[in-house]
């Protein structure tokens, strides 16, 4: 992740630039995106694609993939707009498409780590025709306990992807 969404990981410190980026991009509820959520996502990018600049190990990333939602019916999805935004000015593809929520979930926050899993099996599938020896970086707003994300690349891995590279904006205390 770019950083905590609070200074130091500390619940008690003041959020931190990217996490006070993440929640201006991001509206709650039913509420639609406006202007500003979609221009504190392009703020997100920014920073991301000058982490991506920073460390090359990320450099052989051929495509760009956003973590599909819990909810594919919301119409304002961050990690996509995030994935698009990086790979068009980082000149990889943008294969979100071939990666889908299958089944409705609930979100897993709040949920014990031990159940966290078996919410996650069979909701995502992913396109194998696509992914057949690519380089994938999985993006992906929020970094919680990292199984979401994992279970995503693990799917990847399954269609042939070869690697699997996570990029998150922030990772909460």
């Not at 600049?53 to 993939?65: D, H, K, L, P, Q």
């Not at 949920?111 to 690519?134: A, H």
Request: hydrophobic share 40%; proline share 6%.
């Amino acid at each position: 992740a770019l950083d905590y969404e609070r200074t130091a990981g500390d619940p008690n410190q003041p959020q931190t630039e990217i996490g006070a980026l993440r929640a201006q991009a991001k509206p709650y509820g039913i509420a639609l995106a406006t202007p500003a959520h979609k221009s504190a996502a392009g703020k997100l990018v920014d920073r991301m694609l000058d982490f991506l600049g920073e460390m090359t190990c990320y450099e052989s990333a051929n495509c760009v993939v956003a973590m599909p939602p819990s909810d594919p019916a919301k119409p304002y999805n961050l990690p996509r707009l995030l994935a698009a935004g990086i790979a068009s000015q980082w000149t990889r593809d943008d294969f979100s498409a071939h990666v889908v929520t299958s089944q409705t979930r609930i979100g897993l926050k709040g949920l014990p780590l031990s159940q966290k899993l078996d919410t996650l099996r069979d909701t995502i599938t992913v396109n194998p025709d696509v992914f057949r020896r690519k380089r994938v970086l999985l993006v992906d707003e929020l970094y919680q306990s990292g199984i979401s994300m994992n279970y995503c690349a693990y799917r990847l891995l399954q269609a042939g992807a070869h690697k699997v590279f996570g990029l998150a904006c922030e990772k909460t205390f």
